[in-house]
């Protein structure tokens, strides 16, 4: 697979990097909140329980989304690095640049 000279690699590493940095941050802030339920040691009423279930589950979904995203960004600075970002996984063809500046992390061209 040839290297992509009609992207600028650094402009998407630095994006990548800002993308990876905020989705850590989010991911530090969710854990903190998860944690910060199952702390919790004076509930008493079902209504509060349920509330707080519901909450949990919703943080975990969240959080599961983030790791993928993380796991994501993370494929793509590999990529950077090995000269082969910027290519459909499925096809091989190159992704748009459009596509790539909406979404530096994209797997795919579609």
């Given at each position: ?11 998407f ?13 989010e ?51 590999k ?7 910027g ?24």
């Amino acid at each position: 697979m040839p290297k992509r000279d009609d992207l600028d690699l650094d402009y998407f590493k630095e994006k990548l990097l800002k993308e990876k940095a905020r989705i850590e941050k989010e991911i530090a802030d969710v854990e903190a909140e998860i944690n910060t339920i199952a702390a919790e040691d004076e509930i008493d009423d079902v209504e509060d329980m349920a509330e707080l279930a519901v909450d949990n589950d919703r943080d975990q979904g969240v959080l599961q989304t983030l790791k993928q995203e993380l796991h994501d960004v993370e494929e793509a600075l590999k990529k950077i690095a090995e000269g082969t970002y910027g290519f459909d996984e499925k096809t091989g063809e190159p992704i748009s640049k459009e596509r790539l500046e909406a979404y530096p992390a994209a797997r795919t061209a579609a």
